[in-house]
């Protein structure tokens, strides 16, 4: 072989290695976060102190975490699987999931759901949640229904049979309605104090978010603040859900003064549910935004969670729409918000160390 060519084709060789070099996606970093000891060996039972959630020693503690898309949609049960969860723990830096489980939308449980097939899924959630050592909600997914009067009976049923099975769990936070709206707090503060009473019947201690008027907003639209102006008295360890979509003007516009308002007033606030897009879960993403409210949030130790784990062609969703894997993603498998949001989890998880 001629000199020349023999050097045109080492040079062609090794461009080659680093355009697929450069080109390659970021494989799942499986033991970025591999905890020696889990987030619920290291922090224990959850409770609530003042304005803040406290682990076991008393100490602040944020979740930060990812909700499922509804475990009763084609997009949204495969991921509920172990092994996705600890994708989301070991690669994200993640220490919690939320298993959303409408109540009307798509079969909702109280709109001809298979009500057993759709609490055996949020048992398997729970187990694998449990045995990976993270933290879990359980979401009364109400949406449509705005008023959670409407199921106020089946509420009771589902987390009176939720709260007998997990009351020695140290790992299981219940959210009892996620997005009231078309109701008065008022209203909304009656449901909550049956459902509550039902679930410290059987677990006197575990953590209880309450949804908040118009979509938990905190208040009625606008600037309105009256879940801090009358909160639940009467029950230890109750929080109350805050939820913005980073491309939603109006959140953007009124929801961090309300935030503000509530926690002087005293009240435990948890972002039980965010996304990066407009708050019909589609348009275009906000990074500007998301980073300003995970900023806000991170200083204040507020939890957060973010919708949706899912590969649903919404820009909400954290995987691509072409996306078959159910676990072990690369970058590439991730949405532009999956992408976002992993990277940020992962910058936090590693500043707090908070894993022994
Ligand atoms: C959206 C889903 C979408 C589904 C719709 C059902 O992303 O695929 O078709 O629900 O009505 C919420 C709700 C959450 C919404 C989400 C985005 O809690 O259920 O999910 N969102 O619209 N509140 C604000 C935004």
């Keep these: 072989m001629k000199r020349k060519t023999m050097w045109r084709r080492i040079t062609a060789m090794l461009l080659a290695f680093a355009m697929v070099f450069m080109t390659a996606a970021v494989q799942p970093d499986v033991d970025a976060f591999a905890a020696v000891k889990t987030p619920v060996a290291t922090h224990g039972r959850l409770s609530v102190k003042g304005t803040n959630l406290v682990d076991a020693k008393g100490q602040k503690f944020q979740l ?195 935030l503000t308002y509530a926690r002087k007033k005293g009240l435990a606030v948890m972002v039980t549910e965010f996304g990066m897009s407009a708050a019909s879960g589609g348009g275009g993403i906000s990074y500007s935004s998301t980073k300003t409210w995970l900023d806000r949030l991170d200083k204040l130790s507020v939890s957060y969670f973010c919708w949706s784990l899912s590969n649903k062609n919404e820009s909400c969703s954290l995987l691509k729409s072409s996306t078959r894997k159910t676990s072990g993603w690369t970058t590439n498998d991730l949405s532009s918000a999956g992408r976002y949001i992993r990277a940020r989890y992962r910058i936090r998880e590693k500043a707090l160390g908070s894993r022994a």
């Design 64 to 258: 930060r975490g990812v909700s499922t898309h509804g475990i009763n949609w084609d997009v949204g049960y495969p991921y509920v699987n172990k092994a996705a969860f600890k994708t989301l723990r070991d690669d994200w830096g993640a220490n919690a999931v939320r298993l959303a489980m409408y109540t009307s939308e798509y079969n909702g449980y109280c709109a001809g759901g298979d009500r057993a097939a759709l609490r055996n899924q949020i048992h398997k959630g729970v187990k694998y949640a449990t045995e990976l050592g993270m933290y879990v909600i359980i979401d009364w997914h109400i949406l449509n229904d705005g008023n959670p009067m409407t199921r106020l009976a089946q509420a009771k049923t589902f987390f009176a049979i939720m709260a007998k099975r997990y009351k020695g769990q140290k790992n299981i936070i219940y959210e009892i309605c996620n997005e009231p709206n078309g109701c008065q707090w008022s209203t909304i503060k009656s449901y909550a104090t049956q459902v509550i009473k039902v679930i410290r019947n059987y677990d006197k201690n575990a953590v209880i978010v309450v949804g908040t008027p118009t979509w938990s907003q905190l208040g009625s639209d606008g600037t309105h603040n009256e879940v801090a102006d009358s909160p639940i008295r009467g029950y230890k360890n109750i929080m109350y859900s805050l939820h913005f979509y980073a491309n939603e003007w109006s959140h953007n516009q009124y929801l961090p003064a309300k």
